[in-house]
Every structure is written in structure tokens, then in C-alpha cells.
């Protein structure tokens, strides 16, 4: 159908069977990040020092160790230099707070990311009200979810940053489109529905409240799962030709699977992002040019 690429619209309610198309996240992301590391090489060769990274870990789940790395190698990767702050899972926050308040004042670390989620005992929202909002790359600080609900400039949370430009990459026109987003947390559901709006899409948040969720999200084009349950979303929840973002990852003893039972979508969506392979390598490509973004704001000064 011309216009509709991703056979979502009309085509998708004709057609029960069409073949799903798969976005790439991992290739679209090495693309970005091919792309960031060309930008540093130019422009840093005139200046003294790189952009920095400054990741803080707490306590020992081996997911979050996964993540860290994974974010180190990528900034370094790309030209940046990265340091890693491991605490003791017995820390308090004053001691987590003391360790960001230290870090915005170095100069040669641009951006500061506390990896999510910290353990019970620390209180999250002192810790993030903590970093300076210059450095904020994961966006999560007052002033950065503020400056995004005004749709003003400042550092957006990766993970929806990232979809927003895999999305764009495949040349999904979300105006006027119908999108539904599972989830409302302030990392991923509530900033790409804003995200999504701003966009010019019609969003329905959808979460654990919502009464028939299943029938909502089956009137979107779009749907954004980020619910944090495994296989949740299955061929009931969608649409035939609709679009699925999956953001979800669970390791599970048989595997890695998202929030969405991809088995279900195949032949049957018009397009799914896969996991492993989709959102996640966006979100770190995002928080590359988080940081880029950071390093630009504080050297011009
Ligand atoms: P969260 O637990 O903070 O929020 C989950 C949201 O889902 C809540 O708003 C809740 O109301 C809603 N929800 C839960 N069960 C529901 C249900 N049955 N029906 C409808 N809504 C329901 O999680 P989060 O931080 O937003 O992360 C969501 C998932 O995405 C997790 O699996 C997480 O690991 C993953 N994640 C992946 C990436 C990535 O880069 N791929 C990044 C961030 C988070």
C-alpha cells in the first residue's frame, strides 16, 4: 500500500497472514554509534579532553552487571572515556549521594549514570535529584523530564530516545497514528507517550489498572510494551499489521524473551523489534549521543 510501508492502516485489518517485518536495533545502533565515533574523532582533535562517562553500580545483580559493561565498552568504543564506580550493596544513599555530588564537579566527566534498579534500602529519587542535570544522561532528573513534558531542549531517557529513532530509521510516520503504550514508568512508558504525542501521535497508556487492556491496545497501530512481564503481550493484544515495540528483556532458565510472546507475532504483526537485538542496543546508542549532547553543553561553556 503506497504511503504505508510498514503495512499497518488498512492493509493490516484485510490481511491476517503478511510477513513481519523485523527492526533491526543492533544494525541502526552500529550505524549511530559509526557515526558519533566520526563526530568525536573531528571535533575532540581540538580539545584537550574526551567526553567522560561516570557509571555507578550498587550492589551485585548480575544483570545490571551485564548492562555496565556493556555501556563501558560501547562509550569507549565511540572515543569517550568511561569510569565505573562499584558500591557495596551495604552503602547508604548519603554515600551514593556524596559519590554523584563529587562526580559533578569533575570536569572531565560529562555524563553520570546510576544504574537502575538500586536496591531497596536506597532512596532512588535523592540519588537522581543529586545529578546535576548537565550531566543527567539517562534523563531522569526533574529539570530533564520537566524540559521533555514541555517539549523543551534538554537530556531525554534513552530507552525512549532510542525507539524513537529506530522508528525513524524505518520511516514509520507516527502523525495521526493510534499508539498504545503498556507501562508508565518514568524511564520508559511515561516519556515515550510524551515522546509519542509530540510526535503527533494519539496515545493510550495502558497499565496494571487499566480495565480491558487487551481490547484497548488492539485499536493502536502502534504498541509500545513496557511492562516488565515476560511473553505478557500475546496476538490478542494487537492488531493484525499494528507495529510492536518490545522493550521488555527477562532471562529466564530457557532463554532471553521480552515483554511480547514473539512467537505469536511472527506472520502476524506488521513489524516487531526483537529482543535480544531491538530496543536494547538503541538504548545504549542513545545514551552515547546522551552523552555527546552533555559534553557539548559543558565544554561550550
Ligand atoms: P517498571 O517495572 O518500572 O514499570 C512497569 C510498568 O508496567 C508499570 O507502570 C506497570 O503499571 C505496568 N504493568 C505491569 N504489569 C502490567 C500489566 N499486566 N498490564 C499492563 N501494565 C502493566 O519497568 P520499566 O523500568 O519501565 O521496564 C519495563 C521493562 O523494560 C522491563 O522488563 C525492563 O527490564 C525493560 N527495560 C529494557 C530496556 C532496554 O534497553 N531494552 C531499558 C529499560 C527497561
Not at 566520526?38 to 545490571?64: C, F, H, K, N, W
Amino acid at each position: 500500500m503506497p504511503g504505508d510501508p510498514m503495512g499497518f492502516g488498512e492493509s493490516g485489518q484485510r490481511k491476517q497472514i503478511m510477513e513481519t517485518r523485523y527492526f533491526d536495533g543492533r544494525a541502526v545502533a552500529t550505524q549511530m554509534r559509526e557515526q558519533l565515533a566520526t563526530t568525536i574523532r573531528q571535533q575532540v582533535l581540538q580539545r584537550t579532553t574526551p567526553p567522560g562517562l561516570a557509571v555507578i553500580l550498587v550492589g551485585d545483580d548480575p544483570a545490571s552487571d551485564i548492562y555496565v559493561r556493556q555501556k563501558r565498552k560501547a562509550a569507549e568504543a565511540v572515543g569517550m572515556q568511561s569510569w565505573e564506580y562499584r558500591l557495596n550493596a551495604s552503602v547508604t544513599t548519603d554515600e551514593v549521594v556524596d559519590l554523584v555530588k563529587t562526580l559533578n564537579h569533575q570536569p572531565n566527566v560529562h555524563g553520570i549514570l546510576v544504574q537502575l534498579p538500586l536496591p531497596n534500602h536506597i532512596g532512588r529519587e535523592p540519588v537522581i535529584e543529586a545529578i546535576d542535570p548537565l550531566k543527567d544522561v539517562d534523563g531522569l532528573t526533574r529539570v530533564n523530564q520537566g524540559a521533555l513534558m514541555k517539549n523543551q531542549p534538554g537530556l531525554r531517557p534513552c530507552t525512549p530516545s532510542g525507539i524513537i529513532a529506530l522508528l525513524k530509521h524505518y520511516g514509520v510516520n507516527l502523525e495521526g497514528r493510534r499508539a498504545a503504550v503498556i507501562g508508565r514508568s518514568t524511564l520508559v512508558g511515561l516519556p515515550i507517550s510524551l515522546m509519542l504525542m509530540q510526535q503527533q501521535a494519539t496515545v493510550t497508556m495502558i497499565h496494571s489498572h487499566t480495565q480491558n487492556p487487551k481490547e484497548l491496545c488492539r485499536t493502536a497501530d502502534l504498541v509500545i510494551v513496557a511492562a516488565g512481564r515476560p511473553r505478557l503481550v500475546t496476538r490478542e493484544w494487537i492488531r493484525p499489521g499494528a507495529i510492536v515495540v518490545d522493550v521488555g528483556i527477562h532471562r529466564l532458565p530457557e532463554g532471553l524473551c521480552g515483554d511480547v510472546a514473539a512467537d505469536e507475532m511472527d506472520g502476524y504483526a506488521g513489524a516487531l523489534t526483537p529482543v535480544p537485538g531491538g530496543v536494547g542496543p538503541m538504548t545504549i546508542a542513545a545514551l552515547l549521543q546522551n552523552t555527546w549532547q552533555a559534553y557539548a553543553s559543558q565544554v561550550a561553556q
